[in-house]
């Protein structure tokens, strides 16, 4: 297992709205990184800092010794772990391999069986903290996986987050960020509808902000995103595309452990409402316009 920042080469795969911050703090701490991104000018700003750019995740895998992944779905989760030119068929034996996407738990269960039994060191880690928490460095990351493997890691771990705890074994990460995005759903329904009704009732908005977010109401969406919202500020620190499908896996591994969640259901079905009015690219604080459309 490697230790030392000397020895470590690390693979990151994709660099998107939080990919290329991630990578790009582990730049700063001086370490080595390779990137691979479907496009490649996404990562350019990586390469001009020292990121060293490879052609497929066949030839990323096998020139590192430590694996990064931030991608979008699930599907492209399996694809690049577990498809013919894809990390575990191409990575070395003893490799660290770390999901950071929001992912299905069975998903990282197979991914982890599938390495151990090459010899590799499979971790899910997905984060919370949006565009602003990858670049601050201050995500929360949440870890599935072998204590021996997660401690060889730290150190990584804590160049991106401030908040790590390795939750349990293989799949643990990916059951604790769908319990961070239930919290989410109907806490965004809140916030938007207080926003709302601030509005309607003649009030200003941003001074009902200032008397409730420290309050008993405080969360993150409604110090971060609310003030996006009343800006009209809808540009993407999560897409709304991407929320949508965390809550249908969330949804979904609900269902198979026969749980109850109304809560969630609601809020999925008026993402999915935002969506088909074309705002899948938007944030996530777009659900607010819903609101605004609303006349009764």
Request: some cysteine; overall charge negative.
């Amino acid at each position: 297992m490697t230790h030392t920042k000397e020895d470590i080469i690390i693979g990151f795969v994709g660099t998107g709205v939080m990919g290329k911050s991630m990578a790009g703090h582990l730049l700063k701490a001086g370490y080595q990184v390779l990137v691979y991104n479907r496009t490649k000018a996404s990562a350019e700003d990586l390469i001009k800092m020292g990121a060293v750019w490879q052609d497929t995740i066949a030839e990323l895998a096998e020139r590192s010794n430590v694996v990064i992944t931030m991608v979008g779905y699930p599907k492209d989760v399996e694809e690049v772990y577990l498809g013919a030119d894809g990390i575990i068929k191409h990575a070395k034996a003893g490799s660290h391999l770390i999901d950071m996407t929001t992912s299905a738990p069975d998903l990282a269960k197979n991914i982890y069986k599938e390495a151990l039994d090459l010899g590799m060191y499979a971790l899910d880690a997905p984060v919370s903290g949006g565009d602003v928490g990858a670049k601050e460095a201050r995500l929360a990351i949440m870890v599935g996986g072998e204590e021996e493997a997660y401690k060889a890691m730290l150190p990584i771990f804590n160049c991106l987050g401030k908040n790590i705890v390795l939750q349990g074994s293989a799949g643990s990460g990916q059951y604790t960020k769908m319990c961070n995005q239930i919290a989410i759903a109907s806490n965004m329904i809140g916030v938007c509808e207080a926003m709302a009704y601030a509005q309607k009732a003649g009030l200003n908005p941003e001074n009902v902000l200032k008397s409730i977010e420290t309050g008993a109401a405080a969360s993150f969406s409604l110090s971060n995103l609310a003030p996006r919202m009343l800006a009209n500020n809808f540009a993407p620190g999560f897409y709304v595309k991407h929320f949508i499908k965390d809550m249908t896996i969330a949804l979904d591994s609900a269902q198979q452990m026969g749980l109850l969640t109304p809560g969630l259901a609601l809020a999925k079905t008026l993402y999915e409402k935002l969506a088909d009015q074309g705002e899948e690219n938007s944030g996530t604080q777009a659900l607010y316009k819903l609101y605004q459309e609303c006349k009764s």
